[in-house]
């Protein structure tokens, strides 16, 4: 599934120049079979962004962990049963919400076009998806132990990337998908008590900001809900994420650790710079992570959360 949302987003994107990738994907996939699916879809998922602004970075967000484990066949939906524990509860992906607004999607698709459109292929308001994937049948939670975590350097980092056919240009671009991000504090709160015997705080962090953060999350936090949004402008897609980064105030250490890999940061300052950069290459990388492990012999799945 290829999912992105927010007026402000939906508009940008619909005006980025597509980058067509090569192969068996292709965005007319549906014209004959299903001609008002993007339209259905559009409009589903526009309408739950209206009611949760949170459901743009939490579909973001699942797509990535869905198409970076077993490439984008809609694994990440399936539930667990007697005999499986599914990726949905694996450790990263526990706390993935907004599963709804695919099934609503799915529901209204099946409702105008039975079993035509797969889980793989469900989309928002987006760039031209290339369309075409099947859904697959196999969702294990130990596969999620593949998943880049926050406490990863950066060689680390594009180890796991190129894992999946994926280079540093993409690991940067993709990173960018935080500006819509919050992430709890027990995903940074190591940087932020006794970091080092040195340092209290991690010194890469900006030394206010760093304080600031350290406040929210104490060392013995209770509150299961205090965390931070990864950029100062967490509803709007925009390239705030990067001048953060430079500013200092990366949350994760992965993200403000690129800013001081030479391999990453000629790319984060530029899209610091240049929004409209930022936008083309994410555009690109986007793209290319749906390319990754295509299935074109799976199934069309009937249910969200069930093989057929």
Known sequence: ??????????????????????????????????????????????????????VPARLLRM????????G???SI??????????????PPNISIRSFYVIDDAKAKLEKACPQIVSYADTGGPYWKVL??????????????????????????LIQSFANSGLDIKDLVALSGAHTLGFSHCSSFVARLHNFSKL??????LNAEFGSMLK??????????????????????????????IVAG???????????????????????????????KEFVASMIKLGNVGVKELGEVRLNCNRVN
Do not use: W
Not at 199 to 204: L, Y
């Open 249 to 279: 105030k990366g949350v994760f250490a992965t993200d403000q650790g690129m800013y001081h890999d030479q391999r990453t940061r000629s790319m984060i300052q530029a899209f610091s710079k240049d929004q409209s950069l930022f936008f």
């Open 1 to 54: 599934m290829t999912v992105l949302s927010t007026n402000t987003l939906f508009l940008i994107l619909l005006s980025v120049a597509i980058m067509h990738a090569q192969g068996a994907l292709n965005v007319h996939y549906y014209d004959q079979s299903c001609p008002q699916a993007e339209y259905i879809v559009a409009k589903t998922v526009l309408n739950a962004s209206i009611y949760d602004p949170k």
């Open 77 to 90: 939906l399936l539930d667990s049963t007697p005999e499986n524990k599914a990726e949905k509860d694996g």
């Open 131 to 156: 369309k075409g994937r099947k859904d697959g049948r196999v969702s294990k939670a130990s596969d999620t132990t593949n998943l880049p975590p926050p406490t990863l350097n950066t060689t680390q």
């Open 215 to 244: 406040k929210k999350c104490p060392r013995s936090n209770h509150n299961g809900d205090a965390g931070q949004f990864l950029d100062s402008t967490s509803s709007k897609f925009d390239n705030n994420y990067y001048k953060q």
């Open 63 to 70: 797509f990535f962990h869905d198409c970076f484990i077993r």
């Open 72 to 74: 984008c066949d809609g």
């Open 199 to 204: 340092h209290e705080i991690d010194p890469t």
